[in-house]
């Protein structure tokens, strides 16, 4: 669905649980992101982005993926998307809490007067709508005139304040115009006190603004509170007009921030770097203004993605509005040494919480909780896991599921039809990447794609989805795990070793991922806090 949005506008009001419906300025003709589906949405600051996702377009369109497909020489020429791929890699945004107006023509037909007039140069002529600049001594005249008055001037009343955006002011063309130099441009909420400049120029409640020179016409972008707006020149001469458009709004009501209409505006990328376009790929928030996008689908080799990459976010209070993309290079922790396959809609979303718990990090935070020491394998200096004391305890992302290629293999996990049941945690600070080995003793979630997680303190929730393994191939259950937080590790470790992030750092003599096993006494194993790595040498460097 183009130019509507809906969102859920009962918690802010406070009255009802209602939807409201959303415009957006597409029914205005304005720019505006066009249909799609299977994009992702995700909110920074007051700022909604919009990245992604499929619509129709070309069979044989380039997505900037194989070069064999986009007629590329070799793999060494560079390819980027064509406009007919239909799996899109545009991104756009709208500040969903405050309320952009669309500027309209506030000018036209207004009451407008001047200081004096000659012969049909009536001072309406300047607001009918007519930018011809040709005068004539007729009726059929649409250009102002004046005596050769002292400080000669015209002004319009907009019939009430308006917030003004642009104001341009058409010259005369066909002789005399050199007239019109060395003028003010005067802006008043009220009228003004006086017909002379020495008076105005003084007055407080007055903007001014000076112009020396025109030749056809000059165009003001302005943010200006007016009514009352003059043109009044310096001197003495004759003042014509051809035509003077002001665009701008009414004055913004509180009200119109929720249910005004919204303004998109396109995000560009901040270089050629950039990824492609994708259609159900995972976009998350880890920081106010960064995110972190991870897989999707395309029609082209590899057709399913497991790229992943950055996206630091424009704030609204920059001028130039465009996203900083990075190419991530996820490293894989040791000894498991894996990386998730391509997928695409699976499901992503992101803890603040380190590896303390939430609740006990939350009370170190409010100071109800004082922790001299951490014992065991992990040193106390890193806790207790506040992102404001501890730089790299950063949070982490939870990736499950999703879908890939299909698989003959009984054994592999994508077997029979694509579905994945696997579970990653992605550690923002390190950027590692770690497959959690959950206990498949008990029962656990079955590999489904199109479902949805969140995370509430330290406990992951999944719902829903659709899987062959589902009756009907549509998933109603509902699961939770636990994510975070000391006894978020298999087994507790065994007893043996220190819970961090869901992995277990095992004491001297100890390993695998639950500690259960012993270890050769010469074994040498160092875990890098850091970066979350840990890293053994068994007997004889094996």
Excluded at 24 to 46: C, E, I, M, T, W
Excluded at 471 to 490: E, Q
Aim: aromatic share 14%; hydrophobic share 35%.
């Amino acid at each position: 669905m183009a130019n509507k949005w809906y969102m859920l506008y009962g918690e802010w009001w406070g009255k009802d649980q209602t939807w409201q419906t959303m415009w957006d300025y597409g029914a205005y003709g304005q720019q505006h992101p066009s249909k799609r589906f299977g994009h992702n949405a995700v909110l920074s600051n007051s700022l909604l982005f919009v990245f992604g996702g499929f619509r129709n377009g070309t069979y044989d369109a380039c997505c900037g993926y194989d070069w064999i497909a986009c007629g590329a020489p070799n793999n060494l020429v560079p390819i980027f998307p064509s406009s007919g791929c239909g799996f899109l890699h545009d991104m756009w945004s709208a500040d969903t809490l405050q309320y952009e107006p669309f500027p309209t023509l506030v000018s036209l037909n207004k009451h407008a007067s001047q200081s004096s007039t000659l012969g049909t140069g009536v001072a309406a002529l300047a607001v009918d709508g007519n930018t011809s600049g040709y005068y004539s001594d007729t009726w059929a005249n649409s250009v102002t005139l004046t005596n050769s008055d002292d400080e000669a001037w015209w002004q319009v009343d907009l019939g009430q304040s308006y917030v003004i955006r642009n104001m341009t002011i058409y010259n005369r063309l066909d002789a005399f115009s050199e007239r019109l130099q060395n003028f003010y441009i005067l802006f008043a909420t009220v009228p003004f006190v006086s017909d002379w400049l020495r008076d105005i120029l003084i007055d407080p409640l007055v903007f001014k603004t000076h112009v020396m020179y025109v030749e056809d016409l000059i165009s003001l972008n302005l943010d200006i509170t007016a009514r009352y707006v003059r043109i009044q020149l310096a001197g003495t001469n004759y003042l014509s007009l051809a035509e003077v458009q002001i665009w701008g709004h009414p004055l913004v009501q509180a009200w119109q921030s929720m249910e005004g209409m919204k303004k998109w505006t396109r995000i560009l990328p901040n270089s050629d770097v950039y990824p492609f376009g994708r259609f159900a790929a995972t976009l998350t928030m880890y920081n106010a203004e960064s995110a972190l996008l991870f897989g999707g689908m395309v029609k082209e080799s590899p057709y399913f993605l497991d790229d992943t990459w950055t996206c630091t976010l424009p704030n609204p209070n920059q001028t130039l509005q465009q996203a900083a993309w990075t190419r991530l290079s996820m490293k894989r922790q040791q000894p498991q040494n894996t990386f998730p396959i391509g997928r695409y809609s699976h499901a992503a979303a992101f803890s603040p919480v380190c590896s303390l718990g939430f609740d006990i990090e939350l009370a170190v935070l409010d100071g109800s909780l004082v922790l001299d020491r951490i014992s065991g394998a992990v040193p106390g200096y890193v806790y207790p896991g506040n992102p404001q004391q501890t730089p790299w305890c950063r949070g982490q992302i939870i990736i499950h599921g999703g879908r890939t290629s299909a698989n003959r293999d009984p054994t592999d996990m994508a077997y029979p039809a694509g579905y994945l049941p696997d579970m990653w945690i992605y550690n923002v600070s390190s950027e590692t990447i770690s497959q959690v080995n959950y206990s498949t003793a008990a029962p656990f979630p079955s590999a489904r794609s199109q479902h949805a997680i969140v995370i509430y303190k330290d406990w992951l929730l999944l719902y829903g989805g659709t899987s062959d393994f589902c009756p009907g191939s549509v998933c109603g259950d509902l699961w939770m795990y636990n994510v975070s937080g000391p006894h978020s590790c298999p087994n507790d470790c065994s007893g043996h070793g220190t819970c961090e992030w869901g992995f277990c750092i095992c004491d001297p003599g100890f390993k695998t991922l639950d500690c259960s096993e012993l270890s050769c006494p010469q074994a040498q194993c160092a875990f890098t806090y850091s970066d979350h790595w840990l890293t053994c040498v068994e007997c004889h460097n094996q």
